[in-house]
């Protein structure tokens, strides 16, 4: 009978379970890159790990091992894994840049602690960035943010991607603002075009 | 009084945004639908209008009304031969490309998860013995597995209603079912080839015990999950698959918009994912 059948119990081995930090930590560094992987999962369950994901993330050339990584410090969630995931988004590597935003996305109320500082970073290539973080980040103040970057920013790049996000989550309130918008920037084409949009929808829905 | 009524306006601001987060496309077409399910939750949810009803939608911390709405939209049912065409997939082109890597006497694994109530699982058994000529010379396991005890237990039981049996070629039908008072109980023969297992996706010790497969058929799962177990769960079957194994999703879900762990494969039959051959 060419079709066989095994019972879970045979289909393989259940890895041992580390309890200890000490040795999943050195797990990071084992040759073979699924125990890089595996001990990166493992570790995204301890509190305390988020200095050696990230020191291991630093060195981590694997892109698996890397998306393991990246992934445990989203389930460690502290303060610290935290600013390591937004300190991604100063990365060259475009896949670390974008596999951080992911993760960001998905963690709402550890991002509100952070957003306020991104939003107002000296690069602005790390303020377009935080707008990506905004762009399907469910938090009730996504807008409020929205609004005081298009208002306080002066870079036409940044005010650009948050009217983008605003075209979709845009309410009564962020009318002046845009408006306000719109008459600063009222040579860029791209603004003009998203801003009225904006509006339209707004007064349609008035 | 809650005004449930959806805009032209609205119904664009919803479908843009459920294409995103979802990768479920409503057309025009299906605006009724739509709009039926969203006035629904409006009222549900106790929310003064669409407006309300998207900003609790888009922002919610917890993500529970998005789940809830998720369930509206999408259509659970599982049959026997449903979106066949992977596996044509599997037959025509994945099994082709994954024996010219298999040492001889090293049997072919394949995964289904979520089993459900086993018409997925028992889809492929038969299409291996009726489509593959390599199964006599080739040993197959086939692993279905569910989190829910109860659908397995059906699933073991193998009696299926005549609309679950409706496409099922007539021969096949024939040949590897009888008809009960019940339905329609499947041979033994089969209910002994597929292991039915429980299992639970979002618990990574659990799902460490399946490794070493060579396809897996994860099909309208992820689309209920939130967007970090998706990528959890993602994480989950790269390990769980040998290099080179395929990872094949429901129509609507798709890989590239989860994970860059996976190869996106584009087979005459059916896009499906593939574990990278240099991975691990």
């Known amino acids: 009978m060419p079709l066989i059948r095994h019972e879970p119990a045979v289909l393989a081995d259940r890895p041992r379970a580390s309890d200890d930090l000490a040795a999943l930590s050195a797990g990071l560094s084992a040759l073979a890159p699924a125990e890089r992987r595996a001990a990166a999962h493992a570790l995204g369950a301890w509190a305390q790990s988020a200095p050696a994901l990230l020191g291991a993330l630093d060195k981590e050339t694997e892109q698996s091992v890397r998306s393991a990584l990246l992934g445990a410090l989203a389930r460690v969630g502290s303060e610290e894994a935290v600013a390591g995931l937004a300190d991604c988004l100063r990365s060259e590597d475009a896949w670390l840049r974008n596999a951080a935003i992911e993760e960001l996305r998905a963690m709402p109320e550890q991002v509100a602690g952070v957003i306020a500082h991104l939003l107002a970073d000296w690069d602005r290539d790390v303020r377009i960035l935080a707008v990506g973080i905004l762009d399907t980040l469910r938090h009730e103040r996504v807008e409020e943010w929205l609004l005081q970057l298009i208002d306080a920013d002066a870079d036409v790049n940044v005010c650009g991607a948050a009217l983008d996000v605003l075209a979709e989550v845009a309410t009564a309130r962020a009318e002046a603002p845009v408006a306000a918008l719109l008459e600063r920037f009222a040579d860029e084409p791209y603004i003009a075009f998203t801003g009225k949009l904006v509006l339209g929808r707004l007064a349609r829905e008035l | 009084?809650?005004?449930?009524?959806?805009?032209?306006?609205?119904?664009?601001?919803?479908?843009?945004?459920?294409?995103?987060?979802?990768?479920?496309?409503?057309?025009?077409?299906?605006?009724?639908?739509?709009?039926?399910?969203?006035?629904?939750?409006?009222?549900?949810?106790?929310?003064?209008?669409?407006?309300?009803?998207?900003?609790?939608?888009?922002?919610?911390?917890?993500?529970?009304?998005?789940?809830?709405?998720?369930?509206?939209?999408?259509?659970?049912?599982?049959?026997?031969?449903?979106?066949?065409?992977?596996?044509?997939?599997?037959?025509?082109?994945?099994?082709?490309?994954?024996?010219?890597?298999?040492?001889?006497?090293?049997?072919?694994?394949?995964?289904?998860?979520?089993?459900?109530?086993?018409?997925?699982?028992?889809?492929?058994?038969?299409?291996?013995?009726?489509?593959?000529?390599?199964?006599?010379?080739?040993?197959?396991?086939?692993?279905?597995?569910?989190?829910?005890?109860?659908?397995?237990?059906?699933?073991?039981?193998?009696?299926?209603?005549?609309?679950?049996?409706?496409?099922?070629?007539?021969?096949?039908?024939?040949?590897?079912?009888?008809?009960?008072?019940?339905?329609?109980?499947?041979?033994?023969?089969?209910?002994?080839?597929?292991?039915?297992?429980?299992?639970?996706?979002?618990?990574?010790?659990?799902?460490?015990?399946?490794?070493?497969?060579?396809?897996?058929?994860?099909?309208?799962?992820?689309?209920?999950?939130?967007?970090?177990?998706?990528?959890?769960?993602?994480?989950?079957?790269?390990?769980?698959?040998?290099?080179?194994?395929?990872?094949?999703?429901?129509?609507?879900?798709?890989?590239?918009?989860?994970?860059?762990?996976?190869?996106?494969?584009?087979?005459?039959?059916a896009i499906v994912y593939q574990k990278p051959l240099e991975g691990l």
């Not at chain 2, 939209?73 to 490309?97: A, G, H, K, W």
Request: net charge neutral; with cysteine; aromatic share 14%.
């Open chain 2, 1 to 269: 009084m809650q005004d449930a009524t959806i805009s032209a306006d609205d119904f664009q601001r919803f479908r843009e945004y459920f294409y995103r987060r979802s990768g479920i496309q409503f057309e025009p077409s299906k605006r009724y639908f739509v709009d039926k399910r969203l006035a629904e939750r409006i009222r549900a949810t106790g929310c003064n209008g669409f407006r309300d009803y998207f900003a609790k939608l888009r922002f919610e911390t917890s993500g529970a009304e998005w789940q809830a709405l998720v369930n509206e939209m999408t259509v659970n049912e599982t049959y026997f031969m449903r979106e066949d065409y992977q596996f044509e997939c599997l037959i025509q082109s994945m099994l082709p490309e994954l024996m010219a890597h298999k040492r001889p006497g090293e049997p072919l694994r394949i995964w289904v998860m979520p089993s459900s109530s086993g018409e997925e699982a028992y889809t492929i058994a038969m299409f291996l013995l009726e489509r593959w000529p390599h199964l006599a010379e080739r040993d197959v396991e086939i692993v279905s597995s569910d989190i829910d005890t109860r659908i397995l237990a059906q699933a073991q039981a193998g009696l299926y209603s005549q609309r679950a049996v409706h496409q099922l070629p007539a021969s096949w039908l024939q040949k590897y079912f009888t008809r009960e008072a019940g339905g329609w109980r499947i041979c033994k023969m089969l209910r002994d080839a597929v292991a039915f297992t429980r299992v639970n996706l979002n618990d990574a010790a659990e799902v460490a015990a399946y490794r070493g497969f060579d396809v897996v058929f994860c099909r309208n799962l992820l689309i209920y999950f939130d967007d970090a177990s998706r990528r959890q769960a993602a994480e989950s079957f790269f390990d769980v698959l040998r290099p080179g194994g395929f990872i094949c999703l429901g129509h609507s879900e798709s890989m590239s918009r989860i994970s860059s762990l996976f190869r996106i494969r584009k087979f005459p039959q």
